[in-house]
């Protein structure tokens, strides 16, 4: 996140796109309901008719997969009412005629047409944005799980710049992170091109130092390979592989497939605290400590690191994450030979540049935003105030693209997942915590009532939902949540796997698969 969950409630206009913010972050969900009482006005755009729609001053209903065209339409309406903050523009950005020119097509009635949204509601929006003090940005996987998910938040950014609604308290853009941690585990290098810190790889400056920090002569100059990546390679380049707190068994794409390819490998290990789904395909489980048995720190969505405490010791042989790893590296001839997290973490921060000011000892204190570059530094509240990391900010003009995958007439429905308020990813841990069960005990799968007419289905039938890949039966919910000819249902239950329905393909760029968009046919059982 650009700002602080803290400054949602200061915003006077809230731009929530792909989002299901009170469900999917109810403790975000609380800010922007700050926000509203404060007199802010709220936009979603969204295909389903969410708690979050409900409260809106406006539902941009859109069809999935169109949110470039509907972005670009609001940039349009903007620069064609010359609404646009030219003294941002004009000192810290750079290619807006590039974005205007780019934009000029996208009219308010051409973004209907392919968006569904009305041309008067795109022009109302644009200008309540426009003419905030403060307006906001909130995304999640709606906006990011599509193949052009990449040139998505392009778009996004691109609003934010040609208003100048970022660099300042309550303005940015803000991307909610859907784990605890998972802003940390970027921090810290778990993608294919970049050191902690967001560090390149390519850089060779770079490479000299990360391997002078970790004692080797050299490191590789290329990125490595995505999660995608890594399943399309089972088998075939990669020979054995280690998945720590993953469970792809369920939450890839075309499951079936990603089933295939790990029974492909010649050697799986897997290290987690339950034996998941993807740990009963392996030759090796490990077993690992849970957050309350281990010591160490989580970055959370807003970039605040905070310190995790072990409350209890792991049961039998279990150990915290680092231990195992250490363990594991010794016997295969790299010593690791840290004695605690905060070891580690000492090392880290050496070589991190926005983690440099951050210790145990200041966190004993209270939690830290990065960039925090010294010992004396405050922490960052809201990023890039008075210039960008590049210096100026680039305009990124994109063009709508269609989904990979759209309706016919043997698969006629659009297939949309997510996540349901009660339960976490694949429901490892939720689905052993009976509290919770009590109130999502079994998945469902949203239809529209006039879909369901036509099809003879009643609330509570079984039905199978299929598409080109495999198909899953689950019970069926008629609802006016959903428009006409899009389906929804979540992820998170093992006896509805409902990735083994959906497409693999992927963001050009990203690599994240287009889970939000898939073609099924929907029939009722028995």
Known sequence: MTNSIGEIAGADFILAT??????????????????LRNGAILAVVDPRRTEMAELAHYHLQIKPGTDIALLNGLANVIIAEELWNREFVGQRTEDFEALKETVA?????????????????????????????????LYT?????????????????????????????????????????????????????????????????????????????????????????????????????YIMGENPVLSDPDAGHAVHSLKDLDFLVVQDIFLTETAQLADVVLPAASFAEKDGTFSNTERRVQRVRK???????????????????????YPMKYNSAEEIFDEMRKVTPSYAGISYARLEQGSLQWPCPAPDHPGTRFLHAGKFVRGLGKFHPVEHVPPDELPDAEYPFVLSTGRRRYHYHTGTMTHRTGALEV?????????????????????????RVSSR??????AARITAMVPPGLVFTSFQYPDVPINRVTNPARDPIAKIPEYKVCAVKIEKVG
């Open 18 to 35: 792909g989002t299901n913010t009170t469900e999917g972050h109810p403790v975000i969900g609380i800010q922007v309901k700050k926000a």
């Open 105 to 137: 097509k996208y009219t308010p009635d051409f973004v209907e047409g392919i968006t569904g949204v009305p041309a008067e509601m795109i022009k109302a929006v644009a200008r309540g944005y426009a003419g905030a003090k403060n307006a906001t940005i």
């Open 141 to 241: 996987m709606g906006l990011t799980q599509h193949i052009c998910g990449t040139h998505n938040v392009f778009a996004a950014a691109n609003l934010a710049m040609l208003c100048g609604q970022i660099g300042k308290e309550s303005s940015g853009i803000n991307p909610l992170r859907g784990q605890n941690n998972v802003q940390g585990a970027c921090d810290m290098g778990a993608l294919p091109a970049f050191f902690p810190a967001y560090q390149p790889v390519a850089n060779e400056a770079n490479r000299a130092k990360f391997a002078a920090a970790w004692g080797v002569q050299e490191l590789p100059a290329g990125p490595g390979l995505t999660v995608g990546e890594i399943i399309e390679e089972c088998g075939k380049k990669i020979k054995g592989l």
């Open 311 to 333: 409350a209890v010791e792991p049961p039998g042989s279990a150990k915290a994450d680092w231990e195992i790893i250490c363990m594991v590296s010794t016997a295969m001839g």
């Open 439 to 463: 109130f999502y005990p079994s998945e469902y799968l949203e239809i529209n009532c006039a879909d369901a007419e036509k099809l003879g289905i009643c609330d509570g039938d079984r039905v």
């Open 469 to 474: 890949r495999g198909f899953v039966e689950v």
